[in-house]
């Protein structure tokens, strides 16, 4: 059965990945993103992320569900904040055994979701249709390197916790409407 909700979504994918990939042996490379993605994750469900299926080093993550809660647009964007911030400190560690430095950007967008059972009945997984999911991943395209952007939507649920910079209107492709983003520069002194 199919459910409705409204939903933040947070799409974090590694900068030139398909590039850096070439660069390393198969399982060094494994061992580079799982690096990544398990200092990402341990953040994310800290915050209230839920991690959907993984979609190779890119992670897309739901902010209101399975539970709707009043500071989960808020919860995504601090949780963006610190993996920009673990990843920065990760990369110590990467470019002494491996001699890589990893980017990261990340797109936040809140809108309307439906989630319900999806597959055959081999196998079947939850997930969430819509054009949520795919404007956060298009949004996140338009971060420069180690950034989190937001669109208008989740931005508004920011005003009075986040200093933002607006980056104007942009086309997403598969949304029929532009988007507007933000780029988030830091919580504010009040909200911390």
Do not use: C
């Not at 601090?78 to 560690?93: F, K, M, P, S, Y």
């Not at 470019?95 to 059972?117: E, K, N």
């Not at 952007?149 to 029929?176: C, F, N, P, Q």
């Amino acid at each position: 059965m199919a459910e409705e909700t409204t939903l933040t979504v947070l799409f974090s994918d590694l900068v030139s990945s398909t590039q850096l990939s070439s660069q390393f042996d198969p399982e060094d490379w494994r061992d580079i993103v799982r690096a990544y993605q398990q200092v990402s994750v341990a953040i994310l469900q800290r915050l209230g992320g839920h991690v959907a299926p993984y979609q190779g080093d890119g992670l897309l993550v739901y902010f209101g569900y399975p539970q709707v809660h009043e500071d989960d647009a808020q919860h995504a964007v601090q949780a963006g904040l610190r993996i920009v911030t673990a990843v920065a400190e990760l990369n110590e560690r990467l470019q002494q055994d491996y001699g890589v430095t990893l980017a990261v950007r990340i797109g936040v967008h809140t809108g309307p979701a439906v989630f319900g059972a999806l597959g055959d009945a081999r196998h079947t997984e939850q997930l969430t249709v819509g054009e949520t999911p795919t404007i956060a991943a298009g949004i996140q395209d338009l971060a420069t390197p180690n950034s989190v952007v937001v669109s208008t939507s989740t931005a508004e649920y920011l005003s009075d916790t986040y200093a933002m910079d607006d980056r104007g209107t942009h086309a997403i492709k598969g949304v029929a409407a532009p988007v507007g983003v933000f780029q988030v520069r830091s919580m504010l002194q009040d909200a911390q």
